[in-house]
């Protein structure tokens, strides 16, 4: 993801080395209208530099309240008594994504943090609008450890009715 971000870095910065040169020194190929192109394309490419570099690192914080995911700027924290179930998922689809979503599922909202080719950890909540929240990790096992602790609850065996992640 690094390189990913430093390459559209590099062509944000051909794109703005562009509009700049086009601007303050002569048009290129006497066309005005390009100007709006190198910036347009400036922005878009900017843009996703910065969030593919902002959404490199997941990072879980457990503390005697709950549950923290930092994913990027995105924060959520999660109390032990909202946890209702929890399940480890190993197994891997191919429609499994990276990412921050919400969605609507069948069971109602629920939202991901997940990192692609990572196993992932399913929680149920018991209050809220969104009903599930799914988040990677690389300790599944000591995942499970700690949820068993703090919330009294063994692991769920029961299929969730997301069937995308």
């Not at 530099?49 to 999660?78: C, E, K, P």
């Not at 690389?138 to 009715?161: F, H, L």
């Amino acid at each position: 993801m690094t390189f990913l971000a430093i390459f559209l870095g590099i062509i944000a910065g051909g794109m703005f080395g562009l509009l700049v040169y086009h601007v303050t020194i002569a048009p290129i190929d006497n066309e005005p209208a390009l100007g709006w192109l190198f910036l347009f394309e400036f922005l878009i490419m900017g843009g996703l530099a910065y969030f593919v570099s902002n959404f490199r690192n997941l990072n879980l914080i457990f503390t005697y309240q709950g549950i923290v995911i930092r994913f990027g700027r995105i924060q959520r924290f999660i109390s032990w008594t909202d946890v209702e179930s929890y399940r480890i998922v190993t197994e891997r689809h191919l429609t499994g994504s990276g990412g921050w979503n919400i969605r609507l599922g069948k069971h109602g909202w629920y939202s991901s943090y997940a990192v692609i080719g990572k196993p992932r950890v399913r929680l149920q909540l018991n209050t809220g609008r969104i009903k599930e929240i799914v988040f990677s990790t690389t300790n599944p096992g000591e995942i499970a450890r700690v949820m068993k602790k703090q919330t009294g609850k063994d692991e769920s065996r029961e299929t969730s009715g997301v069937s995308n992640q």
